[in-house]
């Protein structure tokens, strides 16, 4: 079992925060023997565009994307576009992938649990990477994986799964740069309203079961970086 | 002296792309620092050095795309080491302190995975008109100098390439640092004529992710001959070729062909389409003529407008017909929805409109998925006859090709000079047979060659 600080900050999360949170903790567990990390959050409306975003793929340009709410952030992690909001649950794991790193299994074990996470709420997901990582129900993008290693060995980003997202938001984009596919939500593919809070226990329990956490309660120092102060 | 390499972020990973050098040449470097950035198909990473020294030399630039274990740069760490002996492939980032990953169940079983799910085919995989011929970057023969120690050190493309092409590395020099086998080793020690090495490829073992991607630039000195430009695939191109290749590997692609004598419809585009345009817009081109036909025909033959679904067959009730489109990026299909419901004059303001889009990189996601068939239109071109690749899921892609005058044999046994065409069809065998195939075809011919269109275009 890895023993594992988690983070679930209660209300939504402004990205600036989280992404700093997020690359302080991993420099801390590269540096020292900080405990792996599973941040389970919501971010109020924002586009990000990966190192692979290319131009054409914003729908909507920055200004029009701004005005609307949701501003666009140039980010580390690989990929293309992609939209986080209100009704989506994103996770981020900063995790130590050891000495012979597996990127790939890595991505195969994220969209393992979160294909477990379908499961156990009744869908049946599956991964497409023929192009790109992510997880599917048939072609349409239920939950995006984006992810980054810090020096080869120590995870960033993760996924995002839509739950009552409102899939509006991705009109302003290609999500993932792929025109081919669409975008759905666990609400959708349900039929009913499914939220980040139903999904966020089930989730948290098939990561533990992929990658083997065991959660602690992160330090209250810790916690301190998803204060209210930070809270949009 | 240290070697720095591409390092092997995952076993089904078999190159990367230098992001940035975050040293210049010249530089101290620290050990376990930040060096330079890669990206690859499934994840970026900035890879630390794995000495404190000089960063004497760098090989490999940014932009550059290199198979795992490319030499990218030196390190003269200052303790007289030898390149050779640096840590094989993958061996430079390794971190003494790391534990090791529990992987969870699932997480093992990454090769496997790999060639499954590559063998998904994207929903709207773009059609070509023709298939891309398949140009080997094949580099200059080489000098084969001494085979040093590293000699059994194979990148796994290296690795699949030769088992790909049956070729045994125990017979190929190498020419890479240390006497390796590169790639090009590999590619030159392929026999020649032994055809397009893409369609050589065994079904079974579907390439991974960025296979038809493998045209990796040579690193410096190993490839370009001199006369030629060497630049890395975009991102799109690359999407593009694993939609084709996978396409080529999974349909049981057969091809039809029909004669269709579109004289009336010349004569008749060249009476109106001053008044078309003036009236509604948009140019009167042949392609409305034919979607229509072939709307037509694919109500009447509802398996040729359907799709494989795992043991299923799907036959949607609609038609949104697939149009091939060629734009600076490369190619897309934008999707008319409903061309069942549209006439001449509507389906030809949708492909103006989405042709427009398209090649103004404006079009949104669900415009470019969920067609039922698809068309091709290489005639303007001049192509007399084409053999499209289906764009899957559908089962079948019509090509329109170039419209001629020709000497034909017309009633009466007489000759008379007549506009013609050919028109011809890709289609799955899996689902489809021939018989189907040629009646769906002689039904868009008997369309074309008999309706009366005039009265479709509204003027």
Known sequence: MRRTWLFEPAGPVRYEAS???????????LADGTPDSL?????????????RSRPEHLVWSEREAAARGAAVHHIDRGGSFTFHGPGQLVGYPILHLGARPDAVAYLRALEDAVIRTGAALGVELHRRDDVQTGVYAGDDKVCAIGVRLMRTRVTLHGFAINCDTDLSWFDGIVACGLPDNGVTSMSMLLDRDVTVDEVRPI???ALADVFGFDYVQAPPDE???FSPSLVA | MTSIQMPQLGETIVEGTILKWLKAEGEQVERDEPLFEISTDKVDTEVPSPVAGMLTKIVVAEGETVPVGTELAMIDSGDGETPAEAAPSGATVTSPDSPTI????GSGAVPSDEASDASTAPASAPSAPVSASAETPTAGAPSLPDRGPRSQILSPLVRRLAQERGIDLATVAGTGTGGRITKA???AAVPSGSGEPAASQPVAGAPAPSAPAQVAPPSIGAGAAEGETVEPLSHIRKAIATHMLSSVNETARAWTMVEVDVDHLVKLRERVRDAFLATHGVKLTYLPFVVRATVDALKAFPMVNSRIDGENVVTPRAVHMGIAVSYDAGLIVPVIKDADAMNSVGIARAITDLAARARAHQLKPDEVQGSTFAITNP?????LVSVPIISQPNVAILALDAIQKRPVVVEGDAIAVRSVVYVS???DHRLLDGEVATRFLARVKQNLESWDFAEDLGI
């Open chain 1, 39 to 51: 941040i389970l959050l919501e971010h109020p409306p924002v586009f990000t565009a990966g190192r």
């Open chain 2, 102 to 105: 529990e992987a969870g169940e």
């Open chain 2, 425 to 427: 069809m890709s289609w």
């Open chain 2, 379 to 383: 005639g303007p071109y001049g192509s």
């Open chain 1, 223 to 225: 916690l301190e970086r």
């Open chain 2, 185 to 187: 080793d590999v590619m």
């Open chain 1, 203 to 205: 989730a948290r329990r």
């Open chain 1, 19 to 29: 992404n700093k949170a997020m690359h302080d903790l991993a420099e801390r567990r």
